[in-house]
């Protein structure tokens, strides 16, 4: 008898589902193991397994749709059985485009800024479309050299002629950004993405609902701590030189997992969540950590990190980002975090803060290690490194005190990493 294959939930928040596209096509043999098609839930775009052998006989929803839970999606059985009646799937079907609501305004065009009134050497913008440079020889090739732009440059010579003073003086000030064949701002003129209207995807429909149920409340407040990194990058580089046969790589945000696995096992209380009339306090570190994918953000978890070394959470953390930009993660392993990381200092930015991952009651977010001049022990102004801490925290289960105690566990462990081999 043939099988009718409904919509699974595949997150515990998940009622909706999006079926991206079919991986198998009405006729194929299908087995147990087998990936039907990609879904879309309110957490991550993954594939559907099929559990049934046989011939997959009819796509009930064409790829697009949208479909609640326990809706059919598609017939398998054998070849030539007769299709069951089914029942109309609740599903949307996709949206073929519509016309914006709003009249938008017309891409304004590239227009001729008349000649300014600068001052010699201004560092405004420059005297027009129009303008062509009277420069001596010598002014032309300098500015070329230092990709000076002469509309830039003020002449003083007579019937203001550029000459090689005017731009060395003009260098002085920096280069700007302008050049003659494009806009202000150094880009090609013109607009930057064709106008109109995107439909949310079902990820980004899930980021909004909780970041806005997040901000909106709990009481955030924020704190933060600069760690210096230099002994923390020196054992990274012994490791990652020892560990090279093993093909074992560390990165500055393993070195973070770890340490706030043990900086939560100092101060356990951080390790809760608030439950109306009550706080539940967790016994084991389901930590989560921020990944970025194509359509969003997803937070993988670690499970019990709080058992595993340094070198494990490495493995679990690299395994789960692999599924992560793949698709392959499971509800299971986006679900049930008691403590989250996040961290863009790959991006180069030295800090920021995050918004709380419900239920947890904090968000630890990490900035770029960066080279600074600092005072030393002795009072000298020597070169050294520094990276910013930044804890959002939810002040119904977490205070002040307890968020600073928190944060100087993890400067101590990272300013002496020796400690998380322990």
């Not at 996709?94 to 800024?113: G, I, S």
């Not at 003659?180 to 109109?196: D, F």
């Not at 239920?359 to 050294?384: H, Y």
């Amino acid at each position: 008898m043939a099988t009718v294959v409904d919509m699974p939930k595949l997150s515990d928040t998940m009622t909706v589902g999006r079926l991206v596209k079919w991986l198998k096509k009405e006729g194929d043999e299908v087995k147990d193991g087998d990936m039907l098609a990609e879904v879309e839930t309110d957490k991550a775009t993954m594939e559907l397994e099929n559990f049934v052998k046989g011939t997959l006989l009819k796509q009930v929803v064409p790829a697009g749709s949208k479909v609640a839970i326990g809706s059919p999606i598609c017939v398998i059985g054998q070849k030539g059985e007769a299709i069951p009646e089914l029942k109309a799937p609740v599903a949307t079907a996709p949206k073929a485009p519509e016309a914006p609501k709003a009249v938008l305004p017309p891409t304004p065009q590239p227009a001729t800024p008349p000649p300014p009134a600068v001052s010699a050497h201004s560092v405004g913008t420059p005297q027009g479309e129009e303008f062509h440079a009277k420069a001596s020889p010598l002014a032309k090739k300098i500015a070329e050299e230092h990709g000076l732009d002469l509309r830039f440059v003020k002449g003083t010579g007579p019937q203001g002629r550029i000459t090689a003073d005017d731009v060395q003086a003009r260098l002085k000030l920096g280069i700007p950004v302008v050049s003659p064949v494009t806009g202000s701002c150094g880009c090609q003129a013109g607009p930057i993405a064709k106008a109109g209207e995107t439909e949310l995807s079902g990820m980004r429909e899930a980021i909004a609902a909780r970041l806005l149920q997040s901000k909106t409340t709990i009481p955030h407040f924020y704190i933060e701590i600069e760690v210096d990194a230099t002994a923390l990058n020196q054992l990274r580089t012994l490791l990652n030189k020892r560990y090279e046969a093993e093909g074992v790589k560390l990165t500055v945000n393993d070195f973070i997992l770890k340490a706030s696995t043990e900086a939560l096992r100092a101060h356990p209380t951080m390790n809760a969540s608030f439950a109306g009339d009550k706080i539940i306090q967790y016994g084991n570190v389901e930590l989560a950590f921020g990944v970025a994918v194509e359509d969003g953000l997803v937070t993988p978890v670690i499970r019990s990190a709080n058992t595993l070394s340094l070198k494990q959470i490495s493995g679990t953390a690299k395994e789960l980002v692999a599924k992560a930009r793949s698709k392959k993660l499971t509800p299971n392993e986006m679900s049930g975090s008691t403590f989250t990381v996040t961290n863009l200092g790959m991006y180069g930015i030295s800090r920021f803060y995050g918004i709380i991952n419900p239920p947890n009651s904090a968000i630890l977010a990490v900035g770029a290690a960066r080279k600074m001049p600092i005072v030393d022990a002795n009072g000298n102004i020597v070169v050294g490194e520094r990276m910013t801490l930044a804890l959002s925290c939810d002040h119904r289960v977490v205070d002040g005190a307890l968020a600073a105690q928190f944060l100087g566990s993890m400067k101590e462990l990272l300013e002496f990493p020796g400690l998380l081999l322990a």
